[in-house]
């Protein structure tokens, strides 16, 4: 008897595999293609991409730049007062 309930579950099982693969193939068959004409061409897109990346890197580099350059001040001016006195700074 506990063979039969086995026998039973791999059968279900099976019959569900086949739906599922039956659906899946009928999926991909009944998709909409869309003409070359109507679609933007991969390269575009990989420019426009390349594009907004670079704009993205000059706003960093220039970040950077403005950054670095105030706290080579900061540093230079705190070099400039360590060697000094106070009172001669003003």
């Known amino acids: 008897m ?7 579950s791999a059968a279900l099982l099976l019959a569900v595999q086949l739906l599922c693969l039956g659906a899946a193939d009928a999926d991909q068959e009944t998709g909409t293609v869309i003409p070359a004409e109507s679609r933007p061409c991969v390269d575009c897109h990989a420019f426009e ?4 990346a670079l704009q993205d890197l000059k706003k960093t580099a220039f970040n950077l730049d403005a950054r670095t350059e105030t706290l080579v001040l900061r540093a230079e001016r705190r070099a ?10 003003r």
């Not at 506990?2 to 039973?8: E, H, I, M, P, V």
């Open 2 to 8: 506990a063979s039969g309930g086995y026998l039973q």
């Open 49 to 52: 991409f390349m594009q907004r």
């Open 80 to 89: 400039l007062c360590d060697c000094m006195p106070t009172s001669s700074l």
